[in-house]
Every structure is written in structure tokens, then in C-alpha cells.
């Protein structure tokens, strides 16, 4: 499938895609760079890259593909360093959770020689970190990918073919449209999740409430112990359709307040709408699975 | 422990309570009533009662402690209608969510030789009914028990004695103090994964959008699929308590929203927070269990 990989950030989802392509024959060469001391050695120890490089740019050079696996907040640094060093004709795809701002630095940084397609795995794992790869993480998932018109088709039937053989589901979307929808079925779940952490704690009472707190409390708050740095860089780079779902959000909630305060009938149609669209897609999720 | 205990409502907690007393030996009778048709049959063939009863002042006479085990806006009803029939001298104990509104309601409608022990066991399963009763379900736990100034000392311990051997942990709280504390901890998570899942689902592309929502919306939006009866039985009995945590919630929405508007520094001091809040109580659900 292809000659020489390079997969730049040896994370979850870097370290898995090297397994995969590992595990299928799909790569004569993966090279891996990552910036954490050690971690490119431990991804070559579990067979998630062949060669581990210390420089970025030697793991780059020569590549036909180069996977960015990285924080979506190094994204920007990361396209200009490669910027030089990439091989001319080569492709660059990423896995970082928002899709605008990246593809349009990717298409202002990167060579006119060399084609980006954005991509995002719809998958994870509550572990992070390299040891935590597994190459069945993608299977059944699907995985945006935002070609634009800048993209070539050719570049884009590759990496389609890439996501197919990890098992995913591609699903092609604009890179605003990806944004947009990421940002209320991923993004502002885990603001509600903190925004309920930092309303509850701030209580006088929390210590003794916190004792309280039971199942219901643990899947609501799980997302609040995500890592603050990944969810500032996804807010940073995707404010604008965030700010908008939180609207939203905060609107749907001061209509449930209204009719909490004023003991209002259209209280159990919320509950009913409710509970019959989470039933339906959990069923659909199941499916999927 | 007892010679004859009543349950009214044998649903998953109901249940869970006879499967719990019989296994103990710690009643010589366990009488059980459900409005549910076949359900008070049910429970007795799984051996969570010894005796099933169609009639409810049949099942409550002679029983030295009742367990009213219902939905909480059965409850009113259901006090009126055993307040006749209750053996003089008997305890009384609930398991409803909310608390001073039941108090309220034991106090006004039981006769006064009759003692109020309000309950709530912080415990749950995501299946509910007879079926999936367990007596293990209590281990553990917190269970909150609320007696005021006009409960009897006896009956008080009696019923902190069932909540040990039940296996969980004796909480006393005052109940509108359990109620404002329950409603943070608890309520507000319903309301907020309720409010998650009708935002996201009112949005036309919610069909393309829901098949990219992954494990994040998963634990976010469960508990949108409970009982809309029993949230709205919450709603209706906790008002007051519930409509001042939505208010420090969205306020604090709406303070993140204004953050991300402003790419503003103190965004990441709101996620860090929130980040150790979670895995500091964390850590101690989990010593807890």
C-alpha cells in the first residue's frame, strides 16, 4: 500500500495506526517521531513503528505519507517544520478532532506538491499513551475525512483506502460541516461535563455531597478528567460553532428551569423527546458497534 | 430483626430490600404488594417476599415495619390509603429521591403512634424491576435516612440497624438538606443530559451528526433514558433546590461560553479545576466501593 510511512506523534491513536499498518503488511517502512523522551523507542519496542527517529525531518524525508497524530495545539509548528523536509508528491493527513483551522494551515504551510486530507478517527479509549495502541481501536467507527477542492482524488482514494483497512467507516464531510457537527455530539458534552464538576464543587456542602454522589454523578463528571490542555486547543481552534451548541445548551436548560420553577405540563414531553432519542441512538450505536 | 415486614413496591430497590432481609434471616415474614399485575407473584418466585398480596391494608396489616419502595408520586396516595390499616406502634421507611415533601406527607397522614423513618439508599442499576433485584445492590453505598424531631428515637435505629445489614453506610441529613444536596449531585446531572440530548437532537443534521457521536455523548446522554415519570416526580417534589443549581449551572456555562468567545487565560484554569475535582472524587468512589 505504501513504501515508507512517517507518523509523527506515537500517542493512542498515532501508535495504533502504526500497529495496523504493521499488522497488515500495508507499509514496507514505518517511521516514528515523537517529542515525549522515550516514547518513540517504546512504540518501536511494541511493534507500532519499524525505525524510531529523534529528528523530525529525518522521519519525514522519504515518506509517501506522513500521519500527524499529534495535540491539535502543535498542528501549527509541526506543518512548518515538515513544511521543508517533506517529499515532494507525498500526503499528509492528520487525526486532530477539529478540522478547519488545521486543513487551512495545512494548505497555506505545506508545498504545492503535496496533498492534505484531513482526518478524524471517531474512536478512543479512556487510557492514553502509546502503550495503550491497539489496531482494532478503529473497527466499525467511522472516520471523517475533509478533502476540499485543493485535495487531489488521488491523495484522497489513498487515504480512504488507509481508514478502510483499519476497519473505520469513512464518512467525507466539509471541514466546517465536520467542525460544526463534532462540536455538539463531542465538544460540548465535555464542556457540560466540566461546567457540572465546577458548579456542584463550588458548593460549600461538596465535600459532604460529593459522598452522595453516585453512578449518574460518575458518567457525567467522566469527561471532566479529559486532559485541559487537548480541550483548550480544541476550543481554541473551534470556537466559533462551540460558542453557538453552548447557546443552545444554555437555552434548552433555562426552558427546563421555566418549567421546573412554574411545575409547567411540557416538563415530561422534554423527559419523553428525551429519552426516545437517546433509546434510538443508542440502539443505532449498538449497531455500529 | 423483625417479625413482620411489609414492602410496597417491588420494583428493583423493593426487591432488592426482601431478597436482602430473607437471605439475612432478619424477618420471619416478608409481605409484598405491587400494583404491577403478576409483580408481587414475580418477586415471590425469585424469593424477594415469602407472601404476595392483592390487597394493600392485607399486605401492611400487622407488619411492624412497612418499606414504601413506590415512585415518589405514588407516595402521597399510598400514605393515605395504609394510614387506616398500619398496625399501631409500627415504623415506617421510604426510598424516594426526594425527601421533605414525604416527610411532610408521613407526618400530616400517619396516625402518631406511628414513627416516620424517611430513606434514601444512593444505589442503582441501569435495568430496573423485580427481575433485577440484588441484595447486594446497598454494599457500600451511602444511604441517606432523614428523621426529624418528631421520629422516635427507637424507630431511628431500628432502621440505621437494616441500613447496616443492608452493607451500606448510614448518612443522617436533615431532609431539606438532602434534598438541596441530592439535587446537585444527582437532579442537575439528569436535567443536564436531558437538556444535552434534546440540544443536539433539535438540530437538523442531528441524523448525520448522531452517527459521529461516540463514547462521550454515550455516558453523557444515559441518563436521558430513565424514567421521565420518576424525573418528573423528582421535578415536582424538589423544585426549589433544583431551580437554584440550574441557575449556578448555567451561570457557569454561561461564564465558559464567554471564556471561548474571548479565547480568554482563564479557560484552562476551568478545565484544570474541574480536571482535579473529578479525580479527587473519584478516588474516593472508588475507596467507597
Known amino acids: 500500500m505504501f513504501h515508507r510511512v512517517a507518523i509523527i506523534g506515537l500517542g493512542l491513536i498515532g501508535g495504533s495506526i502504526g500497529l495496523?499498518?504493521?499488522?497488515a503488511k500495508a507499509a514496507q517502512e514505518v517511521a516514528g517521531y515523537d517529542l515525549g523522551r522515550g516514547v518513540s523507542e517504546r512504540a518501536r519496542r511494541i511493534g507500532a513503528i519499524d525505525q524510531a527517529y529523534d529528528v523530525l525531518p529525518d522521519a519525514v524525508r522519504g515518506a509517501e505519507l506522513v500521519v500527524l497524530a499529534t495535540p491539535v495545539g502543535a498542528?501549527?509548528?509541526?506543518?512548518?517544520?515538515?513544511?521543508?523536509?517533506?517529499?515532494?508528491g507525498a500526503i499528509v493527513t492528520d487525526?486532530?478532532?477539529?478540522?478547519?483551522?488545521?486543513?487551512?494551515?495545512?494548505?497555506?504551510?505545506?508545498?504545492?506538491?503535496?496533498?492534505?486530507?484531513?482526518?478524524h478517527p471517531m474512536t478512543g479509549k479512556e487510557r492514553s499513551g502509546v502503550e495503550a495502541a491497539d489496531e482494532k481501536i478503529f473497527q466499525g467507527y467511522v472516520y471523517c475525512l475533509t478533502p476540499t477542492e485543493r485535495t487531489c482524488a488521488t491523495a484522497t482514494s489513498k487515504i480512504a483506502a488507509l481508514v478502510e483497512m483499519l476497519g473505520a467507516r469513512v464518512r467525507f464531510l466539509a471541514p466546517a460541516e465536520h467542525d460544526r457537527q463534532v462540536a455538539g455530539v463531542s465538544h460540548l458534552p465535555f464542556l457540560a461535563?466540566?461546567?457540572?464538576?465546577?458548579s456542584v464543587a463550588a458548593s460549600p456542602t461538596w465535600g459532604e455531597a460529593g459522598q452522595l454522589a453516585a453512578n449518574?454523578?460518575?458518567?457525567m463528571s467522566r469527561l471532566a478528567a479529559g486532559s485541559p490542555t487537548m480541550y483548550r486547543d480544541i476550543c481554541l481552534t473551534n470556537s466559533d460553532a462551540i460558542v453557538s451548541w453552548l447557546d443552545e445548551y444554555i437555552a434548552t436548560l433555562q426552558s427546563l428551569r421555566e418549567s421546573i420553577a412554574g411545575d409547567r405540563h411540557d416538563l415530561s414531553e422534554s423527559f419523553v423527546k428525551a429519552q426516545q432519542?437517546?433509546?434510538?441512538?443508542q440502539a443505532s450505536y449498538e449497531r455500529m458497534e
Chains 1, 2 share one sequence.
Open 193 to 198: 461535563s466540566i461546567a457540572l464538576v465546577n
Open 277 to 281: 432519542t437517546r433509546l434510538r441512538w
Open 216 to 219: 449518574g454523578f460518575r458518567d
Open 95 to 119: 487525526v486532530a478532532s477539529t478540522k478547519e483551522q488545521v486543513v487551512q494551515w495545512a494548505e497555506e504551510l505545506l508545498p504545492a506538491t503535496v496533498s492534505f486530507v484531513g482526518g
Open 75 to 88: 498542528m501549527r509548528a509541526l506543518l512548518q517544520e515538515i513544511a521543508t523536509a517533506i517529499t515532494p
Open 20 to 23: 495496523a499498518l504493521r499488522k
